[in-house]
């Protein structure tokens, strides 16, 4: 039985309580004030920002939107943590339930959720690589960057599950711009609780916290540790404590950090500095008419509206700067199927993060452009692609490209008779063993046709007239 704890970094430009920038990557400890540091006589304002993209983020995982709900203190001392208590949400989240539809080995079902609610980050511990002095240091910059912990209930079974789960978690995030969910700044990070129990009983087994997830991989390795660490346990009848436990990359093992505490341990009380929030009717609405469409949704639309493969539909879904240029090519009149086949095997191909497409010179009204002109025979397949690359690399519109190059096919059949007859008299080798049987002549006599055409004879045609002459 695996719950996660996801913790989501919004991309709000500020923090949650103060106008401190959330920027990665700027020396350590620029990216504070007063309010940040938890120094004495400051207040906290609420970023209105912060509460839209949670809002947002609720919509999206199907949660109920809490009219009222409430910040909290979560009081506990540790160096990264100024004030020793973080402003988090306990009893009255701002999000309720929801769920997530994931498909593992064939089988689509929901993970269901437990909440989603609003607090602040900690800062970050930084230890010396030198032996020979020990010493840590605090960088504050992160501290009141805000988060949403999304919580699952103990609902996914595997670790096949897991990554699923966390796919689409993350692809539903970056479509609403609620998070750049990139995990290596830390913007996406999950703790993991799992255990066992025998199967038919429904009382859940001890759990064990493995913290401060930051890649898939690594958690789907852990959750694979830990599920045969706790089965060999049950197994040699040893009891399993409660605890919190860290992976070792290099091991490929889960360690002991600590004894897990309570949620008493951490003597909530709601934080006095800030009022509660009342959401209206309206406001969760003019969110929700402001959301994209969905990634399971868009896909099904593309199958349904288009006749497009389910893997095709998938791979133009996984993101949505993607599925938005595949749409705005399409509006531009180019044959859905082909307008895929353009994307996943030319384009996609030529760039390096699918979510910056647009940072190509390739438009959606060039890419529709230069399909039609294959359709029409203004230009072959083959001299499509030469034409593609000049687009990627200048941005040029095809037909300008085309006519600046002398690109445009040939359709005129006396020329092409006269390509093929010089092609025959160079090759009677292959046109004795195309007459003796060997059809495979016919295939080379087409590729020297093209090449000596540059690539611009029509190739139907070209085929034709090699036939007629080699059966003439």
């Known amino acids: ?26 020396e350590p400890n620029r990216h504070t004030c007063p309010v940040c540091l938890g120094l004495p006589g400051v207040l906290p304002v609420l970023n209105r920002e912060v509460v839209r993209k949670a809002v947002m983020a609720g919509l999206a995982i199907n949660s109920d939107i809490a009219h009222y709900s409430k910040f909290d203190r979560k009081n506990y001392f540790y160096p990264d943590l100024p004030k020793a208590y973080q402003i988090s949400q306990f009893d009255k989240p701002i999000c309720v339930g929801g769920h997530i539809e994931i498909t593992t080995g064939g089988v689509t079902r929901d993970i269901k959720l437990n909440r989603l609610h609003m607090e602040e980050d900690a800062g970050k511990n930084i230890h010396s690589d030198d032996p020979a002095r ?41 479509y609403i711009d609620a998070s750049d969910c990139n995990m290596e700044e830390g913007s996406l990070r999950c703790d993991v609780n799992i255990s066992l129990r025998p199967k038919g009983e429904q009382k859940l087994g001890q759990k064990v916290e493995i913290k401060n997830m930051n890649s898939f991989k690594a958690i789907k390795a852990a959750i694979e540790y830990e599920t045969t660490r706790q089965t060999r346990m049950l197994e ?54 402001s959301l994209p469409e969905f990634p399971d949704a868009r896909r ?21 700067q993607v599925a938005e240029f595949f749409d705005e090519t399409v509006k531009c009149g180019a044959q859905p199927k ?34 039609s002109m294959i359709d029409d025979n203004t230009i072959s397949g083959k001299i499509a692609k030469t034409v593609f690359v000049e687009m990627i690399e ?29 092609v025959l008299a160079a090759n009677p080798q292959s046109v004795a063993d195309f007459k003796a049987g060997k059809v495979q002549a016919m295939g080379f006599l087409v590729g020297q046709t093209m090449k000596l055409s540059k690539g611009k004879a029509n190739p139907q045609m070209a085929n034709e007239i090699l036939m007629k002459k080699l059966k003439g």
């Open 1 to 26: 039985m695996i719950g996660l704890e996801v913790h989501v970094q919004m991309n709000t430009k500020t923090k949650i309580f103060c106008g401190c920038s959330t920027a990665f990557g700027a």
């Open 134 to 174: 020990k010493v840590s240091y605090v960088d504050f910059n992160r501290t009141g960057v805000p988060l949403m912990e999304i919580v699952s209930e103990p609902d996914l079974h595997s670790a096949d599950e897991t990554y699923e789960y966390l796919t689409k978690l993350r692809q539903i995030m970056k």
């Open 300 to 320: 099904k639309r593309l199958i349904a509206d288009h006749a497009l493969p389910e893997y095709d539909a998938g791979v133009l879904t996984a993101a949505k």
């Open 338 to 371: 082909k307008v895929s086949n353009w994307i996943m095997s030319e384009l996609l191909a030529r760039v390096e993060d699918p979510e910056k497409i647009r940072e190509s010179k390739v438009t959606p009204k060039s890419l529709a452009m230069l399909i």
């Open 236 to 289: 040699d009848k040893e009891r399993i404590v409660q605890e919190t436990r860290l992976w070792d990359a290099d091991k490929n093992v889960t360690f002991s950090m600590r004894s897990k505490e309570e949620a008493h341990d951490y003597r909530y009380f709601p934080e006095p500095d800030l009022p509660p929030i009342v959401l209206t009717d309206e406001y969760i609405d003019e969110i929700r008419s």
């Open 394 to 422: 200048t941005g040029g519109m095809p037909d300008v490209i085309v006519k600046t190059k002398g690109l445009t096919q040939v359709t005129d059949t006396g020329e092409i008779e006269r390509v093929v007859d010089e």
